[in-house]
């Protein structure tokens, strides 16, 4: 049975508000997203709710137990590895997939975000325009089951990015920048090895980095 439009739209928006709330922080992981809570929260009734729910499962950032319902997943160290050297093969994939493709405008629109995370030192703010970045890279990949699949990965590590950030401080923000500007410079010149070479770098670095700070994968204190 097709859905009726407005049950539609109400999935979307609450799909939309709950996304927010979990790359924010506010939902945190291992928490439990109440159905009956955010259909009264956002004036809905449970269907659209339960409809969000399973397209934010589809994009990493729910997943659903049965008998108990969804929450936002809790990954631990391990997991959190594999999902990083995931990136680290899948990322440079769409790379020099997308490298050919990209037009002057998205690889201007990206100089334009790289300065803005240079000018602008706010924890959140960083979050949201580094993963607009590098999508904005992959933006021309011709694999849309690619590109679904990296941002799966992203969604599925934002708290552990948050943390790291977080922890790092404002002070180890440098090495971000400056490996940036490398990967621009290649996707510049479209070289595909370079773009390569920095980007799986960028990654292992993070994901290294990370493996020296067990706290943050801790679960968050309820």
Same mark, same amino acid.
């Given at each position: 049975?097709?859905?009726?439009? #407005? ?73 959190? #590895? ?21 037009? %002057? ?15 602008? *030192? ?8 580094? &993963? ?19 941002? *799966? ?15 790092? *401080?404002?002070?180890? &923000? ?10 621009? #410079? ?7 090895? %370079? *773009? ?27």
């Amino acid at each position: 049975m097709t859905e009726l439009p #407005d049950t539609v739209a109400a999935s979307e928006r609450i799909a939309a508000h709950l996304r927010e709330s979990i790359l924010s922080g506010e939902i945190a992981p291992g928490q439990w997203i109440r159905q009956e809570e955010v259909a009264a929260r956002l004036g809905a009734s449970r269907l659209p709710v339960r409809e969000a729910l399973r397209m934010l499962e589809a994009e990493g950032l729910t997943e659903h137990a049965a008998n108990k319902g969804s929450r936002v997943p809790l990954l631990d160290m391990r997991e959190v #590895d594999i999902v990083y050297r995931m990136r680290e093969r899948l990322e440079p994939l769409a790379l020099t997939e997308s490298l050919p493709q990209l037009s %002057d405008d998205q690889i201007a629109h990206m100089e334009r975000v790289q300065a803005r995370i240079e000018a602008d *030192g706010k924890l959140t703010e960083f979050l949201v325009l580094d &993963r607009e970045f590098h999508l904005t890279s992959y933006a021309a990949c011709p694999s849309e089951r690619l590109v679904s699949t990296i941002s *799966g990965l992203w969604n599925s590590t934002q708290h552990h990015r948050r943390a790291f950030m977080l922890l790092s *401080g404002p002070d180890r &923000r440098w090495v971000v920048n400056s490996e940036h500007r490398l990967l621009l #410079d290649a996707v510049h010149r479209r070289d595909p090895v %370079d *773009g390569e070479r920095f980007l799986s770098g960028h990654i292992r670095r993070t994901r290294i980095e990370l493996a020296q700070h067990p706290e943050v994968f801790a679960a968050p204190s309820s």
